[in-house]
């Protein structure tokens, strides 16, 4: 059973985790040219601050020791979405390839990374815990994989489309 300062640790390790998530999708909007990726990306980065305010409230009431509910604090977090319909994938995809958008395949793996690395931590941390810690984690947990389901979707479709493009000429 985690003690109270083991979830302090827990949530503090998870929120800056989420700030530097954050950061990078600041970082790389500086990369992007394209205004698919752009929204996308601006719409991340606004789930992102929903996930740090998520983590700082529960920390708050830890380090005072107070209850939290996570059900509760829930209606405060954007449910993940779907970024692109299906004209707008169709269109950043050909904008892919015709803009030669190598630095993005980049950004999408690292992306990829970082949500796939947050989801599997905190699904991890959620079976060491129980209550409302685990709910929190497993929230938390299913929030990422949907991010991460983004990114590995169009890391892979933007690799493939690389992968048939007929080098020098």
Partial sequence: MATNEDLIKIFEYALNQEKTGKGFFEYSLQRMGYGA?????????????????????????????????ASELKPEVLEPTNYFDERARSEFLQQCVEGSMVPDVTVFNTAWLIEKDLSEFYEKMAAQTEGEAREALSMLSKWEKGHEKFFREYRDKISEVYSRMPWGG
């Fill in 37 to 69: 990726a752009v929204n996308a990306f601006k719409r991340l980065i606004e789930e992102e601050e929903k996930h740090i305010l998520f983590i700082s409230k529960i920390l708050e009431n830890l380090k005072n020791q107070q209850p939290f509910n």
